[in-house]
């Protein structure tokens, strides 16, 4: 888990980069994206009132054998009937866009101006491009059917506008609110602009889409769904970039269901009621007849009632007739709307049975009546049968004449659509948190990624154990040291010189741990120099800025502190850093002694502190043949004659594995030392360095592994004690 964490904390600005990265791009994302608006109309569906006709329908539904009215009235919604009068009044068909919007931004600019007077100013002068403002309105725009689909390009002068096609030859030319004819596609079409504002250079790009292509596509971005289970409620939404386009077509899709629902509700009623005008005559004939015999059966036997025993029996005998009749009727007008196996029909059909075997019940009773009581009875039921029958479909028809004048259906809009100006679309705060958690985790993915293509050494065990090289002393990373270098980049900038100016830390921090862990290598040279041939010390590292400079110069400064004779020499001769250090420029130095244009005394730049002797060096100017100077008799005899003058002479040498000068210097030094960089240098960079050394007969004697972050996961401990003196 620490290594884990450890990876990250590695890394943590590269995570942090992507992550601002992300978020940043899905911030831009969010705000140039085009919003969606949705627009919504909600429709209740009544039942229709109860008629003779209709219940049956209703207890077919109520026994689960019909269709469901509401799945019925949602495919009425989206049907090409109701779908393609509301896209013809909307022109939904037909797509009109500015065409030199400015890239990528200039959508949101025109977006950002909407509701402004007049045209935009164009930004940074830029007048070739459309701003905001820019408005077209269509009277007529009629294509041939070969140039369905097509782009056409209109564009405004003085007074009319230009219509060409795609490869910008002309079609037309003409006033506004005058149509205008147009040949395109081998047919003839016809264009009338009603409003234009615009500049002359504004082009727009206007399509008229196929009628199916159309009602297609406002059929799949339109939603209709019941509001809430059985509540009969219907809501219709949509949603387009056009908030009014929007609230417009949802409008006109309610007001045309509307419509239909009135006229279909009419023409049903016109179709019972036909069916019921051919009925009453008949019906009505049955009832003289019926009373007629009743009269003359009264006349004859001067018997006018029945016996109150049996008036239970002849109203029971009236109401099972009457349903009779009643069914009998309903199945004739259902079976010119439906077949004999619908659901409607079958309902009836057990309805019908029912009552008939009711009759059959009854009509035995009614048998072993007197002779006299049951004459009477079943003339007294047909003539109040026929009656009541008579006078309800007398009530049904005049219900259908009221339906039939189309005023009234069974549907109402409860709420029309209106323009919303929030946006259902996009969603920024999530697209932004999206963007974060997304980019965190790419940050955190190409940091193990990284780690696994350029797996760095960490902490000294894990160097000794991927190297084989002793670690002679761990230097932690030094905030001071790093505070001091950004003081001299900064005068830099500034124009400041800074030359003289010292960035050693062991004078400016003595105390700072990274010199502490330093002075512990001073301690162990002793050791390290023993059996040597010479006092030539090379500190060099596998790569640039793993810190042997550094490395080079403190320890310089903390062996003269110790009485010690010093020379330091900057034998990098393609990028020398040791002027960083001891606060000079480009000064002659090495290359110039060597190419015999400068002396060795006048060169060599002496301590200004009294009591240490700590002479440098410097590099000089940078030769263009670096690996030949240093291969020379006169770089070997400047070594041979600097024995006698110093204790130690440190040589601070060019990187071992990008140039071969390391290689030509250590045939004359008896001691090198390997730097390291913790979560820079990698394993295998510190073994290669190693061989390459081994090739010319020298090996390390060990290694110094510098930069180590004291904030990483279980090496703060290693420093957490102090000791100072007061």
């Known amino acids: 888990m620490a290594e884990l964490l450890d990876t990250l904390f590695q890394r943590i600005w590269l995570i942090l980069a992507i992550t601002l990265l992300a978020v940043a791009a899905g911030v831009a994302f969010a705000m140039l994206s085009t919003p969606i608006y949705r627009a919504d109309a909600l429709i209740q569906v009544e039942r229709p009132k109860s008629t003779t006709l209709s219940s049956i329908e209703a207890a077919a539904e109520a026994l689960g054998g019909g269709d469901s009215p509401i799945s019925g009235e949602i495919e009425i919604l989206r049907s090409r009937e109701v779908l393609m009068q509301a896209i013809e009044s909307t022109q939904a068909d037909i797509t009109v866009k500015v065409a030199n919007r400015?890239?990528?931004?200039?959508?949101?600019?025109?977006?950002?101006?909407?509701?402004?007077?007049?045209?935009?100013?164009?930004?940074?002068?830029?007048?070739?491009?459309?701003?905001?403002?820019?408005?077209?309105?269509?009277?007529?725009?009629?294509?041939?059917?070969?140039?369905?689909?097509?782009?056409?390009?209109?564009?405004a002068n003085k007074g009319g506008f230009v219509l060409t096609d795609a490869q910008g030859n002309e079609l037309a030319r003409g006033p506004l609110q005058q149509s205008v004819p147009f040949e395109t596609a081998g047919g003839t079409g016809r264009i009338a602009v009603s409003a234009l504002q615009a500049n002359e250079n504004t082009t727009f790009e206007i399509s008229r889409m196929a009628p199916i292509t159309a009602y297609r596509h406002v059929r799949d971005g339109l939603s209709v769904e019941e509001a809430a289970l059985m509540s009969n409620i219907l809501r219709i939404s949509y949603e387009h970039p056009d908030m009014r386009f929007a609230s417009a077509l949802v409008n006109a899709i309610a007001a045309g269901y509307l419509k239909q629902n009135v006229e279909r509700r009419s023409a049903e009623a016109r179709q019972s009621l036909e069916f019921l005008d051919t009925q009453l005559p008949a019906i009505k004939r049955q009832v003289s007849q019926a009373e007629e015999a009743l009269n003359t059966y009264r006349k004859d036997t001067s018997t006018f009632s029945v016996d109150s025993t049996v008036g239970s029996l002849l109203g029971q005998s009236v109401d099972a007739e009457k349903r009779r009749l009643e069914l009998e009727l309903q199945r004739e007008a259902l079976l010119d709307r439906y077949q004999p196996n619908h659901p409607s029909v079958r309902v009836i059909d057990e309805q019908l049975a029912t009552t008939v075997r009711e009759l059959e019940k009854l009509n035995k009773e009614v048998n072993?009546?007197?002779?006299?009581?049951?004459?009477?009875?079943?003339?007294?039921?047909?003539?109040?049968?026929?009656?009541?029958?008579?006078?309800?479909?007398?009530?049904?028809?005049?219900?259908?004449?009221?339906?039939?004048?189309?005023?009234?259906?069974?549907?109402?809009?409860?709420?029309?659509?209106?323009?919303?100006?929030?946006?259902?679309?996009?969603?920024?705060?999530?697209?932004?948190?999206?963007?974060?958690?997304?980019?965190?985790?790419?940050?955190?993915?190409?940091?193990?990624?990284?780690?696994?293509?350029?797996?760095?050494?960490?902490?000294?065990?894990?160097?000794?154990?991927?190297?084989?090289?002793?670690?002679?002393?761990?230097?932690?990373?030094?905030?001071?040291?790093?505070?001091?270098?950004?003081?001299?980049?900064?005068?830099?900038?500034?124009?400041?010189?800074?030359?003289?100016?010292?960035r050693l830390l062991a004078v400016s921090h003595p105390e700072d741990p990274a010199i502490e862990s330093l002075r512990s290598l001073r301690t162990g040279l002793a050791f390290a120099l023993m059996g040597a041939r010479d006092r030539n010390i090379a500190i060099t590292g596998p790569t640039a800025s793993v810190g042997k400079t550094f490395v080079a110069a403190n320890l310089s400064v903390l062996l003269a502190s110790a009485g010690k004779r010093i020379l330091l020499i900057d034998a990098d001769l393609r990028r020398p850093r040791?002027?960083?250090?001891?606060?000079?420029?480009?000064?002659?130095?090495?290359?110039?002694?060597?190419?015999?244009?400068?002396?060795?005394?006048?060169?060599?730049?002496?301590?200004?502190?009294?009591?240490?002797?700590?002479?440098?060096?410097?590099?000089?100017?940078?030769?263009?043949?670096?690996?030949?100077?240093?291969?020379?008799?006169?770089?070997?005899?400047?070594?041979?004659?600097?024995?006698?003058?110093?204790?130690?002479?440190?040589?601070?040498?060019?990187?071992?594995?990008?140039?071969?000068?390391?290689?030509?210097?250590?045939?004359?030094?008896?001691?090198?030392?390997?730097?390291?960089?913790?979560?820079?240098?990698?394993?295998?960079e510190l073994r290669d360095a190693t061989r390459k050394l081994a090739s010319v007969g020298q090996r390390p004697k060990g290694l110094i592994f510098n930069g180590l972050k004291l904030s990483r996961i279980g090496y703060g401990y290693k420093y957490a004690y102090g000791y100072k003196a007061g």
Do not use: C
Not at 457 to 482: C, F, H, I, K, L
Not at 618 to 630: D, F, K, R, Y
């Open 368 to 502: 072993n009546l007197p002779e006299a009581q049951r004459d009477l009875l079943r003339l007294q039921r047909d003539a109040d049968v026929s009656s009541q029958l008579y006078i309800a479909l007398l009530n049904n028809a005049e219900q259908l004449r009221v339906a039939k004048a189309g005023t009234v259906g069974n549907v109402r809009v409860i709420d029309f659509a209106m323009a919303d100006t929030n946006p259902v679309a996009p969603n920024k705060p999530m697209i932004v948190a999206i963007a974060g958690v997304l980019g965190l985790a790419l940050g955190v993915a190409v940091a193990f990624i990284a780690r696994l293509l350029r797996p760095t050494v960490r902490d000294a065990d894990e160097a000794e154990r991927s190297t084989g090289m002793a670690v002679y002393v761990t230097v932690p990373e030094s905030a001071q040291q790093q505070k001091l270098l950004t003081r001299k980049q900064r005068l830099s900038r500034l124009g400041t010189s800074t030359a003289g100016t010292s």
């Open 102 to 155: 400015f890239p990528v931004i200039g959508e949101w600019m025109a977006r950002r101006y909407e509701g402004g007077s007049g045209l935009a100013e164009p930004l940074f002068g830029l007048e070739g491009y459309a701003w905001g403002g820019e408005e077209l309105t269509l009277a007529q725009f009629e294509v041939p059917n070969q140039a369905y689909g097509a782009s056409f390009l209109l564009s």
């Open 578 to 684: 040791l002027g960083h250090y001891f606060g000079y420029n480009k000064v002659a130095g090495l290359s110039n002694v060597l190419a015999g244009t400068a002396k060795l005394d006048d060169v060599l730049l002496k301590s200004t502190q009294d009591g240490l002797v700590l002479d440098v060096l410097p590099a000089g100017l940078i030769p263009p043949n670096p690996g030949e100077l240093l291969l020379s008799d006169d770089f070997r005899q400047l070594l041979a004659d600097m024995q006698e003058r110093y204790d130690h002479v440190v040589l601070d040498t060019a990187p071992v594995l990008p140039v071969a000068d390391t290689l030509a210097i250590i045939q004359h030094v008896s001691t090198v030392f390997m730097v390291g960089r913790a979560e820079q240098s990698t394993a295998r």
